[in-house]
């Protein structure tokens, strides 16, 4: 059948009408859109905060980094996402517009997270004994493209998608657009929180083929199918999203006129030229006075931004230092085990709660009491909360620190000599301090598994062991680290053999079996149909060695003798909480008050120039993390938490010296004055007017809209 060239222009017509419909249709009150975004968002930010939450711990016990390389990665890492929101940006404004940059960038950061995941894999080929992968150069190699990926995806979405979802609502919704974006916000905390409870949980668990160890496959998997999901349901309402084309990069714009400014000074630098009241007036040459008042107004509040990052650099150690003080406290709360980076979840938890007291109660008590609390002093206020946080952190860290054994130093080694029988062991340790016991012959070495026999005829069986030195405790601060020996009697000759870590004993005659429960760990000791089992449970950070004689299926296990090499951790993670509170208020006090500071003093097109120098401080502070933690090399822990926090105290009495000399303005009365000044103010009501006259037109056809749809 052959179309006479009206049935295509009816169906392109019906396309329309469609779009228009499925575009303005509405429940209750909301754009139907809105749900798709919301969903898009809660799901985007578990996959990055679950992600964050075990990442410190993947470097620290996966890729088995120091604590001062794992730390600096992770604010690298961090740093990255806070860059990365400028390029996004740009991209939506100048390039692609913000749909398409949502969908290009969430598939990279989806590919990231799927590489992330990836490189945690590894089978029996590729593994040591204790689970840790042998070939580490892929393995990292993998996780920094992942990492790269999920940087670039993640802050070059992060300026787009709340936007975005404002775009969809129109003139009659302005209560409705109020309430997406505290909905947006809850979307945000919410799954900040429910991930960072959730991936700790799912890192925990014990998974492999050849030995037991932290399943950091299902801990980086479940947050990289949360970001496939989330891509798959946004792109799922495109059909009703109100896109907008791309009008033009503002932050370009101020760019080229700060550049074309400072150039025209340089060359005008002579004498002979007359100095001008601003530095960027030697700009009005080229580009308007209006661009240029508004750019004078944000380079204001720029130059208070200069000592913010100090800030940011204590407040993103809670996701790396602070975690890893958690691994050497315990977290057993009785009705349920506290995972070290679960800690983590204290600081949203408190955000929903000292928003809302501090908005409704804390601060109009301070205003009706006559205080004049401005929002740069709450900002001061909060730096000083931040630096009492690390304070408070410097404290639980030296009472860690007074339960920790006295590790061999670097020019010091660990003999441990143990006697199986109730009788003394002379040992005797010649003048050039090599250890000397005869009878004792070292059959076969290698990494983690060694066996020696006793030729020992009709005498006591004593043996002694020299293992590597032990400079830390067990690793992720739940494990212990458990060592056991198993004797057969052979003949006249007793056989020994030694295990490490993980607790898969092997040996020619005896096999233990470990099954795991929490921090219970039963154990089933198998000998050909003879079998016994036995029940310990075991301490956060603790060691442990554990002495089975041949004659242990007699005595139904009760003959293993056990010995507490390093005792568990003993102070608890409860101890974080004050740290957790004192800085969860300094950044209510601190970045929502500089938030709503920012857009009060900036003009309303240069909002988001602001919002990415804000940005820019988050990353900075991270960057200074990582200078520190690589070259400041500090020999205690809890003297690092004392010098950062002197560093914000310093700079927070710079930042209230700059305070008090600012002046706050009022940037829409001093854009009236410029307009009044240059006779822009008739065409500006003649513009206001053909927009409200394009208003009421689009109103009325939706209006006739609805009435053909009924």
């Not at 929180?193 to 668990?205: C, E, G, K, W, Y």
């Not at 940011?312 to 349920?336: E, P």
């Not at 470990?514 to 603790?542: I, P, Y």
Request: hydrophobic share 45%; net charge negative; with cysteine.
């Amino acid at each position: 059948m052959e179309y006479d060239g009206v049935f295509p222009n009816v169906y392109s017509l019906c396309n329309v009408c469609l779009c228009v419909l499925v575009q303005t249709a509405e429940c209750c009150g909301y754009p139907i859109s809105i749900f798709f975004i919301v969903v898009n968002e809660f799901c985007e930010r578990f996959s990055y905060y679950g992600m964050r939450a075990v990442l410190v711990l993947y470097f620290r016990y996966f890729l088995l980094w120091d604590d001062d390389l794992a730390t600096s990665i992770y604010h690298a890492f961090v740093a990255l996402c806070y860059l990365t929101p400028i390029l996004g940006a740009i991209i939506a404004d100048s390039w692609l517009g913000k749909f398409k940059t949502i969908i290009y960038l969430s598939i990279v950061y989806a590919i990231g997270q799927v590489t992330m995941a990836v490189s945690t894999i590894h089978d029996i080929t590729d593994a040591n004994r204790d689970g840790t992968p042998d070939n580490f150069t892929f393995h990292t190699a993998l996780s920094m493209l992942g990492l790269v990926l999920i940087a670039l995806g993640t802050g070059g979405i992060k300026p787009c998608v709340a936007a975005f979802g404002g775009d969809q609502f129109q003139e009659h919704q302005s209560r409705q657009l109020n309430t997406f974006f505290s909905v947006f916000y809850l979307c945000i905390n919410a799954g900040s929180l429910l991930s960072t409870l959730i991936t700790p949980v799912l890192r925990a668990q014990e998974c492999g083929i050849h030995t037991q160890q932290q399943c950091y496959p299902l801990a980086f998997g479940v947050p990289a199918a949360l970001m496939v999901v989330s891509l798959v349901v946004f792109i799922s309402g495109s059909g009703m999203y109100i896109k907008t084309d791309p009008e033009g990069n503002i932050m370009w714009s101020v760019c080229k006129c700060i550049g074309f400014a400072i150039k025209n000074r340089f060359r005008h630098r002579s004498s002979r030229y007359p100095k001008r009241e601003h530095w960027m007036d030697w700009a009005d040459e080229k580009y308007d006075k209006l661009l240029i008042a508004q750019i004078k107004m944000v380079l204001k509040v720029l130059f208070l931004y200069i000592p913010l990052p100090m800030f940011w650099t204590l407040f993103d150690q809670k996701g790396s230092r602070w975690t890893l003080q958690a691994t050497t406290m315990t977290g057993d709360f009785g009705a349920f085990i506290l995972q070290p980076d679960q800690m983590q979840t204290v600081n949203p938890i408190l955000i929903l709660t000292l928003v809302p007291i501090m908005d409704r109660l804390i601060f109009p008590l301070i205003q009706k009491c006559g205080l004049n609390f401005s929002p740069l002093k709450r900002m001061t206020v909060g730096m000083l909360f931040a630096a009492m946080a690390f304070v408070s952190a410097a404290l639980v860290q030296i009472e860690i620190d007074k339960t920790l054994p006295n590790f061999p130093s670097s020019s010091e080694s660990q003999l441990k000599v143990v006697n199986i029988y109730n009788r003394t062991l002379n040992v005797t340790i010649s003048p050039n301090e090599h250890l000397l016991i005869d009878s004792f012959e070292v059959q076969h070495t290698f990494r983690h598994t060694f066996s020696a026999i006793s030729r020992l005829k009709n005498t006591d069986l004593s043996f002694f062991l020299q293992q590597e030195d032990i400079k830390s405790k067990p690793n992720e601060g739940k494990n212990p680290r458990t060592t056991f020996f198993s004797f057969l009697k052979m003949g006249c000759e007793y056989h020994f053999m030694l295990t490490l870590n993980p607790c898969l004993l092997e040996s020619w005659c005896l096999t233990a079996v470990l099954l795991v429960s929490l921090l219970r760990r039963d154990f089933v000791l198998r000998h050909g149909e003879q079998w016994c089992e036995f029940s310990r449970k075991f301490g956060f950070g603790a060691s442990y060695t554990f002495l089975i004689p041949s004659t242990v299926f007699s005595t139904d296990c009760a003959s293993i003798i056990e010995v507490e090499d390093m005792k568990p951790n003993s102070v608890h993670m409860a101890l974080q909480i004050p740290q957790y509170f004192l800085i969860t208020t300094g950044e209510v006090m601190f970045s929502v008050t500089g938030l709503q500071f920012s857009y009060s003093q900036a003009p309303k097109n240069m909002k988001s120039v602001l919002q990415a120098g804000w940005l820019c401080t988050n990353a900075v502070g991270n960057i200074i993390v990582l200078i520190v933690a690589e070259l400041g090399k500090l020999p205690k822990q809890w003297a690092e938490y004392v010098l950062f926090a002197s560093l914000l105290v310093a700079v927070s009495i710079v930042f209230s010296i700059m305070a008090y000399f600012y002046t706050y303005i009022d940037p829409a009365e001093i854009e009236a004055q410029i307009r009044k000044e240059q006779g822009l103010e008739s065409e500006e009501k003649e513009k206001e007017t053909l927009e409200m006259e394009e208003i009421d037109e689009s109103q009325k056809n939706d209006q006739e809209v609805k009435q053909t749809k009924i």
